[in-house]
């Protein structure tokens, strides 16, 4: 039961965008930075967003991050089935012993 | 080029003792956190434990600690994660990744592991 709440799926068709929120509280995205993690079964979890809004160098600038008070959100742009995965926020939880939490998750499913 | 190899999967019965490597190169094993996560089967990623090489500076999740033991060899830059008596729940994927942190309260997971499928069953 993480402390992170994500949409548990979402869809579209190729060429769309898709957004996916992650809702925290104070003492983990209010208070801290948010990071964006692509899991495709299988393989390991990719890093697409840190700091909020960073993409880390190859990722291309379809995928956005932005955050608002204890809310964070994911955009993908131009959606194309290779995008079809598990996508997870994750952020610090100072009610946790200063540890990490990661989101519930949510399936994006290209149409 | 930033590699953490993971140790192969393992199959155990309840109550045995498991300990599963991650092989880190390409960076200064020393000068960053290391971690490990956790996903069950149909589950999502569960943060478990992040370790400082350097010092030592351990951490867990509430839900692991006493659970399972993170710890780390400097000298063959290689990180661990141990059970001392197995149950069927802790069936999973258990990813080791590499924590950068710019600045507390900005850190993030950059580099994984290609996860080690650990199956407990009698």
């Known amino acids: 039961q993480s402390v992170l709440t994500q949409p548990p799926s979402v869809s579209a068709a190729p060429g769309q965008k898709v957004t996916i929120s992650c809702s925290g509280s104070s003492s983990n995205i209010g208070d801290n930075s948010v990071s964006w993690y692509q899991h495709l079964p299988g393989t390991a979890p990719k890093l697409l967003i840190y700091?909020?809004?960073e993409r880390p160098s190859g990722i291309p600038d379809r995928f956005s991050g932005s955050k608002s008070g204890t809310s964070a959100t994911l955009g993908i742009t131009g959606l194309q089935s290779g995008d079809e995965a598990d996508y997870y926020c994750?952020?610090?939880?100072?009610?946790?012993?200063?540890?990490?939490?990661f989101g519930t998750g949510t399936k994006v499913t290209v149409l | 080029e930033v590699q953490l190899a993971q140790s192969g999967a393992e199959v155990k019965k309840p109550g045995e003792s498991l300990k599963i490597s991650c092989k880190a190169s390409?960076?200064?094993?020393?000068?960053?956190?290391i971690g490990w996560v956790r996903q069950m089967p149909g589950r999502g990623l569960e943060w478990v434990a992040i370790?400082?090489?350097?010092?030592?500076?351990?951490r867990y999740s509430p839900s692991f600690q006493g659970q399972v033991t993170i710890s780390a060899d400097k000298s063959i830059t290689t990180a661990y994660l141990q059970w001392s008596s197995l149950k069927a729940s802790d069936t999973a994927l258990y990813y080791c990744?590499?924590?950068?942190?710019?600045?507390?309260?900005?850190?993030?997971?950059?580099?994984w592991g290609q996860g080690t499928l650990v199956t407990v069953s009698s």
């Open positions: 994750a952020t610090r939880d100072s009610s946790l012993s200063a540890g990490f939490v």
């Open positions: 370790m400082y090489p350097g010092d030592s500076d351990t």
């Open positions: 990744a590499r924590l950068v942190v710019p600045e507390p309260g900005r850190d993030y997971f950059d580099s």
């Open positions: 390409g960076y200064k094993f020393t000068s960053y956190f």
């Open positions: 700091d909020n809004t």
